[in-house]
């Protein structure tokens, strides 16, 4: 059956290292399309609103149940296919309240990590003999178009440094996470979950977790180090005025509960950073340097640090990639991609690219 197949899958990739996030990301990919491949097959027609219950809060139990007549055998590589056309031109749900702003289909990178899990899990399958053909291996994935990073120019990135505490309710707070992001290239994640502990020696180095657990080890700028020295303290009165303790090193100004998803109760109260809270100090301080536009969140300060670390010489591709902790060198060579305009400019420099003055007739 699916359900018990999936939850072994599932704690085999725990037991690799796989992120607390990539296996939710996994199951939410498998999950939808074994969905639709059973609504296909024409035993699942209340199943959607269960499993979107279950979100919410539902019994684990119950969402489990609902895969029952599900048998992986039955599965064919038309089945898949069908499913993931489905997934490609169903209306995004994030769009529900401004449908006209929906794009028609769902990006190709998106198209691509749904495939690639549920290549992932039939061959997985496969291997541990679970079924006689794996129905995944000639799903073909979709090109995904190539995009350049999104990068602040240098001056918004030094104005972004200079004025993240202005108008901030905790300025000291607010001056670290957009020092993390610009100075040291952390992702959104990696700034919510840095831990107080993760920092070693005189704040000279911290400890990133990133992508698959992997670790990495990275020196701390002058920038940062007065960041973290500033906030500190003002971390440790917030905590003793709320009566609360929290592992993260960026906390939430405010308290909010941690609610049980199997049960839907609020087990506790937690300051700890959150992705959403991280996001929001940099979105806000964004739309006031007037630098807040699509693809231009987060991310873009971790692309300024690499664009512009480049740029400068500070790094080689190898410094880069260990800094930034991508497990291809492939991905970081995308900053050394060149632009359009930047290209045209090179190429209207060119010493023999000026126009020739007119030979007499």
């Known amino acids: 059956m699916y359900a018990p ?9 725990a037991n690799t290292g796989r992120s607390r996030r990539t296996l939710e990301a996994y199951r939410s990919d498998v999950d939808d399309t074994m969905l639709t491949v059973a609504g296909m097959k024409g035993f699942a027609t ?7 219950a279950d979100a919410d809060g539902a019994d684990e139990p119950a969402r489990l149940a609902m895969f029952e007549q599900l048998d992986l055998t039955s599965i064919t590589n038309d089945d898949l296919i069908a499913a993931i056309a489905d997934y490609r031109t169903r209306p995004d749900p994030r769009f529900r309240t401004n449908p006209q702003r929906a794009p028609e289909e769902r990006a190709p990178a998106t198209v691509a990590r749904r495939t690639a899990a549920i290549r992932t899990f039939f061959a997985w399958c496969y291997e541990h003999d679970l079924i006689a053909a794996d129905p995944a291996a000639k799903l073909r994935t979709p090109q995904r178009r ?3 990073p999104k990068a602040l120019p240098p001056t918004v990135a030094t104005n972004a440094l200079d004025e993240a505490a202005a108008g901030s309710r905790w300025p000291e707070r607010d001056e670290l996470i957009v020092a993390l992001a610009l100075a040291c290239g952390l992702r ?3 700034i919510a979950t840095l831990t107080v502990d993760s920092i070693v020696g005189d704040n000279e180095f911290v400890i990133v977790r990133g992508k698959g657990d992997k670790e990495r080890r990275l020196g701390v700028p002058p920038v940062v180090r007065e960041a973290i020295d500033a906030y500190l303290p003002t971390r440790a009165i917030r905590l003793e005025r709320l009566g ?4 993260t090193l960026v906390v939430s100004s405010r308290p909010r509960p941690v609610v049980d998803k199997r ?3 609020t087990k506790t109260m937690t300051v700890e950073a959150s992705r959403e809270s991280v996001a929001y100090v940099v979105d806000r ?3 006031r340097l007037g630098a807040r536009r699509d693809h231009v969140r987060v991310h873009a300060l971790r692309h300024t640090f690499a664009t512009l670390g480049l740029q400068a010489g500070t790094f080689n591709l190898r410094q880069l990639q260990a800094a930034l902790g991508h497990a291809s060198l492939a991905t970081t060579q995308l900053y050394t ?4 305009d930047d290209l045209a400019d090179a190429m209207a420099r060119h010493p023999l690219a000026a126009s020739r003055p007119s030979q007499p007739g």
């Open 188 to 190: 959104l994640e990696e």
């Open 337 to 340: 991609e060149v632009a359009d």
């Open 46 to 52: 209340n199943m959607k609103a269960s499993i979107t």
């Open 285 to 287: 301080l964004l739309r």
């Open 146 to 148: 190539k995009r350049l």
């Open 263 to 265: 049960t839907g109760a």
């Open 5 to 13: 197949t999936l939850e072994r899958w599932l704690a085999d990739l």
């Open 244 to 247: 609360l303790d929290a592992r």
